[in-house]
């Protein structure tokens, strides 16, 4: 619908869900279900676009956990053909047997617009400093589609589940990115979260000096993978860098009531103490440089400085989210994570422990500006350790208050399950780090043991 007459009418107007992956596809299953109009809008070509880029990673939570309620729903109606509830999907699995089905049912098709980047999001006819009638004005949403025609769509609510994926934290320890890292010759050498190093990426890595940089799940998957690969390229030398002084938290506990994610961690400490990954603690990246193809890293570990020679460089220090389409609302963020303010404390990686997050749902999220929610990973901020399961009762929830059942809304329930490491000294560390959807590596067999 056009903004032209739109505030006449504001009750009519559709809610806008910005990001078709899981969280944001979940809230039109939920939108469906309490029979509210609803646009969604995905700014890839397909739905999942994130998710397909970690495709080859093996998720460390099962099916069980990882398919929303009200989206299963949606697709046993139609017979669609569960998957084993205990399994562990692979990304590409998540994307062609839930997904795929969930976002092809009719009335989720009819309501997703591909290839459509949000630009901004604003009150009609207010800007963030005009209080006069704003509660009463509908959203404006300017967009603009992959031909680049941009236009403005009107909506009662938003729901903002567009993730982070696309705004990885910086490797420099300061959280910017590291002097010299723009040079065209260094970024040639520079690497994205989880490359398939096993496949299309394998030979940029093989029998080459790698450094892993980050502490989080998205570096443990890939320094998994690149062990594989080492085993197979006798060559190939890894390196792992963290900023942190003990990599302790990366290891995980046994006692991880998900047993693949505790796994990984165990794997990667006999990696470690074997010798086939060296790693880097206490060191904080200041400048990158180019020498004769090959990469310096350039950092300081205790006030001195430090160097690292290595091939190439992935750089897995987590993500952040993007907050700049959302500037002319009335947002209430947390100064340290940049999540909601009220889910912050439940989240922050200096307070939170264990891997436990309490029940939260709309009251958590809920923002000044009235009927706008950021949902999904990209409510967790700059917080790590986001589960899919998190976000689909966070849809449930805000869906149930903008269909006006403020019971429903209230009564959350949220089980997850614990890591079992409780919070160490490098707290700050390990919330740099976080991961896209729950990941595990891919096809690592390791002779040591196997996201």
Known sequence: MSVAGAAADRARLPIVVIGAGPVGLAAAAHLIERGESFVLLEAGATVAAAVREWAHVRLFSPWSIVTDSAAVRLLEATGWPAPDAAALPFGHELVSDYLEPLAALPAIAAALRLNTEVLAVTRDGADKTRSRRRDRSPFVLRVRDADGVVEELAARAVIDASGTWRTPNPIGAGGLPPLGSEADGVSALLETAMPDVLGPARARFAGRSVAVVGSGHSATNTLLALATLA???????????????????????????????????????????????????????????????????HGRRAGEPVTLDVDRLVAATGFRPDLGVLRELRIELDDIVEAPRALAPLIDPNLHSCGSVPAHGEAELR?????????????????????????????????????????????????????????????????????????????????????
């Open 231 to 297: 085993r197979d390229e006798p060559e190939t030398r890894l390196h792992w860098v963290i900023r942190g002084a003990s990599a302790a938290r990366s290891y995980g506990s046994d006692a991880d009531e998900l047993p693949a994610r505790g796994a990984i961690g165990s794997r990667l400490r006999r990696l470690v103490e074997s010798g086939a990954i060296t790693l880097h603690e206490r060191f904080g990246i200041t400048a990158l440089e180019e020498l004769d193809g090959a990469l310096r890293v």
């Open 367 to 451: 923002h000044p500006e009235g009927d706008v929610y950021i949902v999904g990973m990209k409510s967790y901020g700059r917080a790590p350790t986001f589960l899919l399961a998190t976000g689909y009762e966070q849809v449930r929830s805000v869906v149930a208050r903008l269909a006006g059942d403020h019971e429903s809304a209230r009564l959350v329930q949220l089980v997850l399950p614990e890591t079992g490491v409780c919070n160490t000294d490098d707290a700050g560390d390990a919330g740099g780090d976080a991961c896209c959807a729950d990941p595990a590596p891919v096809r690592v067999e390791l002779s040591l043991s196997r996201p």
